[in-house]
């Protein structure tokens, strides 16, 4: 069992808590960081965790073994350097860096340190996109031409609208860094890493509540293409179809999978539903442990960034980005 603390206490910083808190048998938390403290005392309370304000506390905890933060964006690095430092685990919530070079810089440091770092793709970990990548990887629709992807939900706006999330300096790209990194990780994950992009913002009402889409297509290293779309404000949609060149495959919502041969029929199977956020975290602990690398490696979450810096350079230039490896 691994002790850990969690830095941010917001509603994501209390997901982790509860998707595992009582129900993992590889990983608690036994600190948390807010500086809110008043206004996490109970929940701290109720999950059995003590609290403090500074991230050097938790850090400095001989009890705790391994950080998860859930921060701004912009201090993701910085933080991540000084638990590397310590030679303590870290995990990551998304973006790891608003830059690749960034990025860069925490890879880097985790490496040096010795240590696992972790990043909270958890949708990958879907009981469907499970079962997607099983599929492409099995050859069984051949080789991949298309990737179409969307994920729209009404969190990104109504629920936790507000603050540093709808500040375009920590949260560019109207949806991207709420829903869309997970459609944009997903295709990587799936098709490899992207060499271009082309993207298109379109905002018809702004912050608080905002309402716009933001549409994106790809190229990937392999030749394949892409594209994914993120919608603020609308109803929850997970849908990620596979073209290829033997058949094609869609994933759709957490538990759904159709599986299309060419001039075959087509089959529809549904899978026992998963906690997708426990899964990853797991994942992280059995890499702290040593007995399994983590599920997303260091070279897909510097693809992850490098792709999602070019979106935004491309929104800012009004042209197509490519990735700058």
């Known amino acids: 069992m691994i002790d850990a603390a969690v830095i941010g206490l917001g509603r994501w910083g209390k997901s ?13 938390f036994v600190h948390g960081v807010s500086k809110e403290p008043d206004d996490v005392r109970a929940f701290a309370g109720q999950h059995g965790f ?4 500074d991230l050097a506390d938790a850090i400095a905890d001989p009890a ?3 950080i998860f933060l859930a921060t701004p964006h912009s201090l993701h690095v910085p933080q991540i350097e000084a638990v590397a430092r310590a030679k303590k685990p870290v995990w990551c919530e998304k973006p790891l860096a608003l830059t ?16 696992v770092l972790g990043s909270g793709n958890n949708k990958r970990c879907f009981a469907s996109m499970r079962e997607l990548k099983r599929v492409v990887e099995s050859g069984a629709i051949g080789e991949i031409v298309h990737i179409e992807a969307h994920f729209s939900n009404e969190h990104s706006t109504r629920v936790i609208g507000g603050g540093w999330r709808d500040d375009p300096k920590e949260s560019p790209g109207g949806g991207l860094t709420g829903a869309g990194l997970h459609v944009l990780d ?11 992009v082309d993207a298109k913002l379109y905002e018809q009402k702004p912050p608080p509540d905002p309402r716009d ?30 073209f290829g060149t033997k058949g094609m495959a869609e994933a759709r919502d957490e538990n759904t999978l159709t599986v299309s041969p060419i001039g075959g029929t087509p089959q529809t199977h549904t899978y026992e539903q998963v906690d997708s956020l426990k899964v990853l975290v797991e994942s992280f602990a059995d890499a702290v442990e040593g007995r399994a690398p983590f599920l997303v490696s260091t070279d897909q979450m510097l693809d992850l960034i490098g792709a999602f810096e070019a979106i935004v350079a491309s929104l800012e230039t009004r042209a197509p980005a490519h990735i700058n490896g």
């Open 50 to 53: 003590r609290l403090s304000t």
């Open 100 to 115: 690749r070079k960034d990025a860069a810089r925490a890879v880097a440091a985790c490496r040096e340190a010795g240590i």
């Open 213 to 242: 889409s933001l549409a994106v297509l790809v190229q990937f290293a392999s030749g394949a293409t892409g594209t994914f779309a993120t919608v603020r404000a609308a109803p929850n949609i997970w849908r990620v179809h596979v």
């Open 186 to 196: 997903a295709l990587i994950n799936l098709g490899g890493p992207i060499k271009s």
């Open 16 to 28: 982790l808590v509860t998707a595992v808190q009582g129900k993992s048998r590889k990983l608690r």
């Open 64 to 66: 705790v073994q391994a």
